[in-house]
């Protein structure tokens, strides 16, 4: 092919690109302005006129768009329409509830919702937890060497069978406040880190047909009957759950919710329904997600509970209350909230 007989075809598609810009450019113009208004001040912003001419321009500039990617030589255009395109997607088709609304909307419906509809997946988290508990329990009640192998030395501490009753009351159980710095600043920070690390592995691995998160949570299990035997073989067994219940509550009940969300995920891996893997995953993944959510933000309250409070309370009956009031008012909120009528 000649360069004479391209040179005509490229100055006839650039005339053609300029005269499909000048006919169609009022419309973008025109929705662009909407979809701005709408972005700034909600969809409530925009009169009837507005609300009935925003289908009908999104379409047209949809429709530009097909055109322009097989006519249009200017680059910057079709960024321009493209971008225009998926912010009036945005405001056609996209939720019409505010930021404000939806975050009410999560913890008042959609987070106990979803926990109710993930019972038997929280079941299931539940029995592999009890069962890592009894494991762990029953193998360092009768031999303490067993407790290295369940729990990490940075986990551990001081603590371990060469500890004595009096240690264990004196550098946990019954130890001082550490301060208002040490306590909130690092602490509950460290802690909170530590456990959202683990429930995060535990949620994200269960795509992997939901046998990892299994065995997490039979080791994090392993891990709490480990201590639970060594505090028991010294005598110190109502002080420690006490001492635990403070925190624990909220804090294994975050770790099972996302056990929960992770079997979530690994059901459609197993049993694929009659929509394709993909789309099934997708579809849990959704759940999934609001009780992963809501599992990280249980472990942000354990946190202040365990580096902040725990220590402060000092009687074990009162300890005992605390774990007792917090197990209350999370099984009303995730059992209770969220129903109609």
């Given at each position: 092919m000649t360069d004479a007989t391209v040179e005509p075809t490229t100055q006839h598609l650039t005339l053609k690109s300029a005269q499909f810009r000048k006919a169609r450019e009022e419309n973008?113009?025109?929705?662009?302005?909407?979809?701005?208004?709408?972005?700034?001040?909600g969809v409530t912003a925009l009169d009837g006129d507005d609300l009935e001419r925003l289908p009908s321009l999104y379409r047209a500039t949809l429709s530009s768009?097909?055109?322009?990617?097989?006519?249009?030589?200017?680059?910057?255009?079709?960024?321009?329409?493209?971008?225009?395109?998926?912010?009036?997607?945005?405001?056609?088709?996209?939720?019409?509830?505010?930021?404000?609304?939806?975050?009410?909307?999560?913890?008042?419906?959609?987070?106990?919702?979803?926990?109710?509809?993930?019972?038997?997946?929280?079941?299931?988290a539940l029995v592999a937890l009890l069962c890592g508990i009894a494991a762990g329990f029953l193998l360092v009640k009768a031999d303490e060497d067993w407790f290295g192998a369940f729990v990490p030395a940075a986990l551990a501490g001081d603590r371990g069978p060469d500890s004595t009753a009096t240690d264990l009351q004196r550098d946990e159980l019954?130890?001082?406040?550490?301060?208002?710095?040490?306590?909130?600043?690092?602490?509950?920070?460290?802690?909170f880190s530590h456990n959202t690390l683990v429930g995060i592995l535990i949620?994200?691995?269960?795509?992997?047909?939901?046998?990892?998160?299994?065995?997490?949570?039979?080791?994090?299990?392993?891990?709490?009957?480990?201590?639970i035997a060594l505090h028991d073989n010294r005598g110190l067994l109502v002080e420690f759950l006490g001492w635990l219940s403070v925190h624990g509550v909220t804090e294994l009940g975050a770790i099972?919710?996302?056990?929960?969300?992770?079997?979530?995920?690994?059901?459609p891996v197993l049993f694929p329904a009659r929509a394709p893997r993909l789309e099934s995953l997708a579809a849990e993944g959704q759940t999934a997600a609001k009780i992963a959510i809501g599992a990280a933000l249980m472990l942000f309250v354990a946190g202040i509970l365990e580096g902040g409070f725990r220590q402060l309370v000092q009687p074990t009956e009162w300890r005992f209350a605390i774990g007792g009031t917090t197990a209350v008012l999370w099984l009303a909120y995730f059992t209770l909230a969220g129903r109609r009528g």
């Open positions: 973008w113009r025109e929705l662009e302005s909407l979809v701005a208004r709408a972005e700034k001040r768009l097909s055109v322009a990617r097989s006519i249009a030589l200017d680059r910057n255009l079709l960024v321009y329409l493209e971008s225009l395109s998926l912010r009036a997607y945005l405001i056609v088709y996209g939720p019409r509830v505010r930021q404000g609304r939806a975050i009410v909307r999560y913890f008042t419906r959609d987070l106990p919702v979803a926990v109710r509809n993930a019972r038997w997946h929280f079941l299931i019954f130890a001082p406040w550490p301060g208002l710095v040490d306590a909130f600043g690092l602490m509950a920070n460290f802690l949620f994200s691995l269960g795509i992997a047909a939901g046998v990892p998160s299994l065995l997490l949570l039979l080791y994090q299990g392993a891990t709490l009957g480990a201590f099972l919710l996302f056990g929960a969300a992770g079997l979530l995920l690994a059901e």
